[in-house]
């Protein structure tokens, strides 16, 4: 297996000298670069490539696609086993979340093909675009268009920080669900660095995923009165930096009364002057539980404790849902015959994932590549070559049994 080499073809895309972290932002030239190498590895191994215009890409091992015009995913009724991850990362992100689950893909394919296997049922390495929600805000872009989950016009006139459309970016309005999902591809399997230390403490290297953990973003806009930092008595401020502020170790509590989690990561601040009280302080919250209510009434009360600091503070509070994953349970059949086959631990997740969206239409699973530091989306998340390894030969095996039988 030649894991390290290939990991070495990409390791410097897209990679910022300073942080030692990732910028590879969906349709940019990073990303834009390894969909190229994407296309390059399929070649070689003679594996025709489609898309389905909304800028997912797929590479055919077994029957080759009926066509490759955008719009068309491969032929149906092939019944195929799809595997395969995203290319794009968070900002400074780390390397494996995402390319491992395409570069182990590729690599699989190999293995089978190097043990003399074919498959009966194609399979199908797949890139997916947008994953991470950080360039059009919306994650798992590419797979909730492909699967319906999002109005192809909704998605096209998503904006980046820039106000480029995700239409310009892709070149045209997305071709949205494909109404065969279900009859070419009969099962997705996506590989993916673990992002926790369960498997750390389970002393494995590659684990199963049982669950995904229901999830969401909420955009909070605080608006108050731009005014001068120096001639602005204290008494007369509107000041949506103070609501911010509240807001942020609001969530933190709430979450924590409810064994959830919240994140304010992202925040944006008008006119961001030193010397100025700000006029907005727009805020991302990303909240994530077990259970669909505890989520629900997390949400509820950090936008109640915001609506509270926002009257006390003179500012105005609008809340706009951004995106919304509902939990995931990965089909019990599938799992566990995976689990059995590779005598592998299984685990729930807080993390989002293609694999959650296509799960509402196709028999999904997840396989997890031990983590090291247990850390993420950030440069120090980890694997060691050793376990990317064995991520292979797990998926190598997986891909044997639902394809090659
Ligand atoms: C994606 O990695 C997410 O969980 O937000
Ligand atoms: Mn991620
Ligand atoms: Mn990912």
Not at 6 to 22: K, L, M, N, Q, T
Request: proline share 6%.
């Amino acid at each position: 297996m030649r894991f390290r080499e290939s990991w070495d073809e990409i390791a410097p895309v897209g990679r910022d000298a300073g942080s030692g972290g990732y910028l590879r932002y969906a349709l940019t030239e990073p990303e834009l670069r390894l969909r190229e190498w994407f296309r390059a590895q399929a070649d070689l191994r003679g594996m025709p490539v489609s898309a389905d215009g909304n800028g997912n890409l797929f590479a055919w091992w077994g029957d080759p696609p009926g066509d490759t015009r955008d719009g068309d995913t491969g032929r149906a009724g092939t019944g195929a086993v799809l595997t395969g991850s995203h290319f794009d990362s968070v900002p400074h992100g780390g390397a494996y979340d995402g390319p491992l689950g395409i570069v182990s893909a590729f690599l699989a394919v190999d293995e089978l093909r190097a043990a003399g296997a074919s498959p009966v049922r194609p399979v199908v390495v797949a890139a997916f675009v947008e994953e991470e929600g950080a360039r059009f805000g919306v994650p798992c872009l590419g797979s909730r268009l492909l699967t319906g989950e999002i109005d192809p016009d909704r998605a096209a006139g998503l904006r980046d920080a820039a106000g480029v459309s995700f239409a310009d970016a892709l070149g045209a309005r997305p071709a949205g669900a494909d109404p065969a999902l279900s009859d070419r591809f009969a099962a997705f399997v996506e590989l993916h660095v673990e992002q926790g230390r369960a498997l750390v403490d389970a002393g494995a290297p590659v684990g199963v995923a049982s669950a995904i953990w229901p999830h969401g973003r909420w955009r909070f806009e605080l608006r108050g009165e731009g005014n001068h930092a120096g001639t602005t008595r204290m008494a007369d401020r509107r000041d949506p930096m103070l609501t911010f502020a509240f807001t942020v170790l609001a969530a933190n509590k709430e979450a924590r009364l409810r064994g959830a989690h919240a994140t304010v990561g992202r925040v944006a601040v008008a006119p961001n002057a030193t010397n100025a009280v700000p006029s907005t302080v727009t805020c991302w919250l990303d909240a994530r539980a077990a259970a669909p209510e505890t989520l629900r009434e997390l949400v509820e009360a950090v936008h109640a404790k915001a609506a509270e600091r926002a009257r006390r503070d003179g500012t105005e509070l609008t809340v706009t849902p951004e995106s919304a994953t509902p939990l995931v349970t990965f089909d019990g059949g599938l799992t566990g015959r995976l689990a059995h086959l590779l005598a592998a631990p299984v685990l729930p997740t807080g993390a989002g994932h293609d694999a959650g969206v296509l799960a509402a239409r196709l028999p999904t699973a997840m396989l997890f590549v031990r983590n090291p530091t247990g850390v993420s989306h950030s440069p120090a998340e980890s694997a060691t070559d050793d376990d990317c390894a064995a991520g292979v030969v797990a998926l190598a095996r997986v891909l044997e049994e639902l394809a090659c039988r």
